[in-house]
């Protein structure tokens, strides 16, 4: 948890940092230290409901079915990068080895399949949130 100033924040702290613990254990990246800055949206999405999860992921539906049946790989991983390089795609590039007018490619592609925006901050978000409550509840 964290650090608390009086008797009453124990619990609070003591919860916060078992459930870190908890959530850390099932991320793959051990070197990561389970600290709340770290784990902030694994947090969040932890304690979402099944359900909610379920059709949050249900609003992106051709997506997901994509990446469960492995169809789309290039751009599911492309997108991936994407989000993990700060949605930089010179960076995306470097990190996948390619031409950066071939993630400038793989993302106007994304957008004319999908009909997401990618580059768009707000759509971001949502693949992004999407795609880490799928690998969430691939977890549970």
Do not use: W
Not at 24 to 34: A, L, R, W
Not at 54 to 79: A, M, N, P, Q, W
Not at 92 to 118: C, G, M, Q, V
């Amino acid at each position: 948890g964290g650090i608390v100033k009086d008797i009453k924040g124990y619990n609070k702290s003591y919860i916060l940092g078992s459930t870190l613990l908890k959530i850390g254990k099932k991320e793959k990246n051990s070197d990561t230290p389970y600290t709340l800055s770290a784990l902030r949206i694994p947090l969040i999405l932890n304690s979402l409901d099944k359900d909610i999860i379920g059709f949050y992921i249900e609003s992106y539906d051709k997506l997901f079915k994509d990446l469960e049946e492995g169809k789309r790989g290039d751009l599911i991983l492309t997108v991936a990068t994407f989000f993990k390089e700060g949605m930089n795609i010179t960076k995306t590039a470097k990190a996948l080895y390619l031409h950066r007018n071939t993630i400038t490619y793989r993302l106007s592609k994304f957008k004319e399949i999908y009909n997401i925006d990618i580059t768009n901050s707000y759509d971001c978000m949502g693949i992004y949130i999407g795609y880490e409550l799928f690998l969430h509840r691939a977890q549970i």
